[in-house]
């Protein structure tokens, strides 16, 4: 297929810190180059190779920090786990990790998107305690997400969601929120019988993303609750088609997708630094009092809007592969 | 090490229907025997062959229902994606599917509890509308687990929760649950750094199980409405160990256990074969009333306790081997 | 596709020991059983268990080997691999082993035939010092190979052979030999391009079996002796598709196959029971000597054949799906 | 473990091209820069990153080959697998891929070197009919190796070898050739027991290669003309361990590796790429003349050495991974 970095730039865009009042102010370019497998403008079905230098690492900003495992980071884990650590802002644990992921997954959403027509929107549905359940999923688009910058596109929802995200910034804290996603027009079929059922993968790769606590599709932890006379999905025709007339199931029967959207919620907690001073103890035990310098994010959830959705194009990408090795004509 | 098939059995026994007068009347011996990879009581250490006999396979009982797809089951995504389905009770769809997960997983569970101490309790937190979040899990045990048929520790939230099940069943309906389950003496340091990490793998694990809907770990979807000062886990000293104050995040930073309890809930719909009549369509658009007949299981999240028990050993398992392969000497 | 265990049972039986008197005598069945996939003949597309029993094990009848590591046996190798080993026969090294391959690879062999017209025909190429070079890959068939039961087409070298395998037999001594192997009408374009080249692939499948020492393909190791111009296959028109005018390629450039006939050789060692005396030592490095009892296959090639070809079949298999998951309309 | 660049440029050194008057005049500097998982000179656990530029791409050079697919290359089979294919040089069929593969093993080779005394030496063995059968595999070393531009360290038969290249050459053609390789000191145990036995992986490896066409360990090929008598390594005692008093397995007994060196050879075809004229055909059947311009390797073995060096160190490496996984304490 044809593909340039203009086509990868765009979700790394969505996702760079520093675009408004609420993120971080690092300046990170993020530029994208297309190393191999592209020649003229066209894969060439060989593997692809990207890279986006990183342009603003200083070791120095995380010098004090490094003594001390910073509270619910992956400082003490990575330590123990490797016996050693990288110095600076977390290493591997980073969230620039998710360049990688956002500029493989923004490929995959290209081919997806012009193969089969999928569309993959997702947006911010809460913020602490604000929720903004009334978004109609058959047909919000990125561009009324990107409308606000919190990326919820209720804009009374998204007005509240913007408060509750400066008033944990005014108060040096930070908070948690919901990012929904919705995928339509994926083919019937997708997601393997067993271990690799397609919401399995799905919420393996939401679960991956850092500071995620929770996934649930359809019906949800709601699904719990309810009597199997209402939560079923009765069949109907819809054009050449059997549709559902609900969808508690979220798009998926059995660990395969049945041709309706496929709907999902993925939790995140709040960003765990904070400019709060904190009590805790360094590697030997002993106590310390640690307070973030800088500014940092408070909120993670509207920068990552695009890390759930490319996450969500190499879950379908690689249940598309898999299924067209099976049967040729999907 | 050593290993029986009575190693096996005791939690493939727990997970047989036909247990109680809840459970769908299906008399299954599910007998399991090992073919290879033991010899003289001891693994071998190469592959370990079991069987569990399929006794009460009786395809005539499906008979009727395999013209139409079943609402809420794989019927219809069965069909679509292999073009073809097994006649009799959804086959590869079918709950029985699991057993090989809990034989499997008993292998793990036993090799964890005897190597590092590690155990791992799984409980019915709520049935329906009926919670149970007053348990324990630094204490609770499968006996108190198993105390009471609906697996709850609680016997005040059993006995509401057994007359929910008998409600749904009463009404010729079902209804859902959510499953709790901890993980304790975990070594720190399981977990892989991006897309393998020990929750996201969790994730995978229980929503490859029939019928679950959601997942969290620690704080959860809670989390998403936390700010960081509260969620942060401050370290303190634990013995000659840093462990943390509170457990929002679970037993996991970065992907990584970090030696407090493992702590994570699932959700499961309520089962999809009802005794109540649905309108649905046939696979060619025609409308249909169905209704199940004989007796079924109304609720799931009993006998799920010992699958997700198992699969969560062999994701603990796996994520040993991994972390072995790195750190001999874990 | 149609699947009975008749299908696979016609590769098992020829692997069978017991046929001739060449080979050895224990009467084993291998009965294959299809325990799942399969519904009225016809594969259902997901996981197909097949269960060949055993029903001839004597671990008496190893008794008295299982003290001292026989020599170019596995004994040792396992014993320290694992700490511990099987007592009887080898356990996994064992050459039963192949059964399970033998099975699964029939019905991907199946599946090349039927659908894509895919012919693996292997037969014996040398016996010792005996070699048969004369025989025409592009014609040579499953009747003409079985026809004598050293499993070589050109019967005077058959004799030879034979003779070879007798003569060795005479001397409760074993012999080696060399197994050849074409596959007509692959598709082009099989085969990943790194580390997964069809050779590659092929090359792994057949160092993986028992006794197997090496491995060549086309010119093999007669094309290091080779000049480029005379190596070197030019493109011909061949009806709808280029062909080449010679095959020192063996059927694939660039580690993927290019339409023509693949062709490979695979060299196994004297099989290492033997009923003459062995001066070795035991565990403890005391000397023993070691003969065997009972009678033992002086040469395991014969029996190889079907091996070779069902595993090549599961190569084939393996990349044709995997191209396909790239191009469907293969 | 302690790793710079240089640790890694030393292989990547040795296999660079224009290194000698026999060896293709591109420039590369071929310098690799250390991307990420390094920190303070020491490696952090986490994924190394590598990164070597193309200083020296000309598209233009290949321009009027891209026409016509070379003749055994893999211009026809990647247009024919991917529908289309690089211009320039072969794209990923290039012999440039092999740098990433020498890059990853030069790191594993440290690890081996410096945790167990892993030991890998590769020579020149053969160049068209040229042999050097009588290198002490024992004591070989890569200084005797480097010391003639052949890479072969028997100096008679380096000269002669020598002359062989230089007829190719002075006749616008290529010659083939063997590479040997030994591993000496590799722990007893490695080596999974059915589709990845040591040798298994070993051939693919060396399959995978460019241009190579065969594969043999221990006794290889000749083994195949073998008794058993002969043929079986007996047990000695050799310090606390057991060894064998002769080396026909090749140091592999079951697919495991038994403590005695580990000794093979792979062939590779005279190159492709030659100066003489051959007729061939275009991709539409018409006969075209092609001869390629510029100089040209006529013989790759010499740079193969650092190439199957370093994929046997990834080979070791893989499986020292997974045996420690089962047993931590190797």
């Not at 009092?289 to 990408?317: F, N, Q, S, Y």
Request: hydrophobic content about 40%; glycine content about 10%; proline content about 5%.
């Amino acid at each position: 297929m044809s593909l340039s970095e203009e086509d990868i730039q765009v979700q790394l865009d969505r996702r760079r810190p520093g675009q408004s009042k609420m993120a971080t102010e690092r300046k990170e370019a993020d530029q994208v180059t297309i190393l191999s497998g592209v020649e003229f403008g066209k894969t060439l079905g060989t593997p692809i190779g990207l890279l986006v230098a990183n342009k603003d690492q200083r070791p120095g900003d995380y010098g004090e920090m490094s003594k001390v495992p910073r509270p619910s980071h992956a400082d003490y884990t990575y330590q123990q786990k490797y016996g050693t650590r990288a110095s600076s802002g977390g290493g591997r644990s980073s969230a620039r990790e998710s360049i990688g992921r956002v500029a493989a997954g923004a490929i995959a959403e290209k081919y997806l998107r012009e193969q089969f027509g999928i569309e993959i929107v997702a947006w911010v549905s809460a913020v602490g305690h604000v929720e903004a359940p009334k978004i109609d999923s058959d047909t919000v688009s990125r561009e009324q997400v990107d409308a606000h910058i919190v990326r919820c596109p209720d804009p009374a929802a998204a007005a509240a969601m913007e408060a509750e995200v400066l008033a944990a910034r005014a108060a040096k804290d930070s908070i948690g929120g919901v990012v929904s996603c919705v995928c339509r027009n994926v083919p019937v079929g997708l997601g393997e019988p067993v271990f690799d059922k397609l919401e399995a993968l799905l919420a393996q790769a939401m679960l991956s993303l850092p500071a995620s606590k929770g996934f649930e599709i359809g019906s949800g932890f709601a699904g719990a609750q309810m009597r199997g006379s209402v939560h079923n999905d009765p069949f109907v025709q819809k054009g050449d088609r059997l549709g559902t007339l609900t969808n508690y199931s979220g798009g998926v029967q059995g660990g395969i997708s049945n041709g309706e959207a496929i709907l999902f919620r993925t939790a995140f907690k709040p960003v765990a630094t904070i400019g709060q001073e904190q009590t805790t103890v360094d590697m030997d035990g002993k106590e310390v009092v640690l307070a973030a310098k800088g500014r940092h994010d408070p909120c993670v959830v509207p920068r990552a809007i695009p890390i759930v959705e490319t996450m969500t194009a190499l879950v379908l990408m690689d249940l598309l592969l898999r299924q067209r090795s099976r049967r040729g004509n999907i």
